[in-house]
């Protein structure tokens, strides 16, 4: 198995601290990155902010191919 480095962070924007970790991954044919970001419901100012390199398994990309190009093209024959 093939692994990258990837460096995921993490962003307190109140207390102005960040973390960063270095993480190994897998080497995947489909990749996204995961971001979430929290926001004061009374201000709207955003407070946190995470992102992170994540990897769509075979699984889901199975599913997410036959739902959204396979199936429809079935259903049009």
Known sequence: MTFKNSIAYSKDLIK???????????????????TVKLYD????????????????????GNMAYLDGFYYPILDNL
């Not at 102005?16 to 995961?34: H, N, S, V, W, Y």
């Not at 009374?42 to 889901?60: D, H, W």
């Open 16 to 34: 102005g601290t960040k973390i960063e970790i270095l993480k190994k991954k897998l080497i995947m044919p489909l990749t996204g990155i995961a």
């Open 41 to 60: 419901s009374l201000t709207g100012k955003q407070t946190y902010e995470a992102k992170s390199e994540n990897r769509i398994s075979a699984v889901f």
